[in-house]
């Protein structure tokens, strides 16, 4: 979750500079995030080329992990 608040804390200040397009490295990392834990289903055949489209997968990751946590307690 902390990766994912810092991946989302770096998008957000791109977009707040009004960055559209989404740096590779991050692109990379949220491609990374979820091939890693199997998310692919989330993610779908969205882009992660622009800020907003990456940020809505990670909110989307973020969403389904923590019903998740909700759920196993």
Known sequence: ???IDRLL???EMLNLADQTRTPREIALAVDELVEDADLAEIKG???LETVPEAMDVL???QD???F???EDE
């Open 1 to 3: 979750m902390r990766y």
């Open 9 to 11: 804390n770096e998008l």
């Open 45 to 47: 055949e969205r882009s």
């Open 59 to 61: 909110y989307d990751i």
């Open 64 to 66: 389904s992990l923590m």
């Open 68 to 70: 998740n946590q909700i």
